[in-house]
């Protein structure tokens, strides 16, 4: 499979290891990240054409995953 684009170390490079903390954790920065994850795989997907998907929808999927980046960003600081 080849790189899918926009994962968490790839968007925040400076905070690898608070992401990992974060995750090892668990609790809510583990769902969220999971959900973000698995929206980005979803999107990449779409955009490759492995499950099609209409305009709206992926511009919605695409949405979500910003707002889910802007919650990632806040606990990260």
Do not use: C, W
């Not at 170390?9 to 990992?20: I, R, Y």
């Amino acid at each position: 499979m080849s790189h899918t684009p926009n994962e968490l170390a790839d968007m925040f490079p400076e905070s690898l290891d608070k992401l990992h903390n974060l995750k090892v954790e668990g609790g809510e920065a583990a769902k969220l990240f999971e959900e973000y994850h698995d929206l980005t795989r979803e999107i990449h997907r779409a955009e490759t054409d492995v499950e099609p998907t209409d305009d709206f929808h992926l511009d919605e999927m695409r949405k979500n995953r910003l707002q889910i980046l802007d919650r990632v960003a806040v606990m990260l600081k």
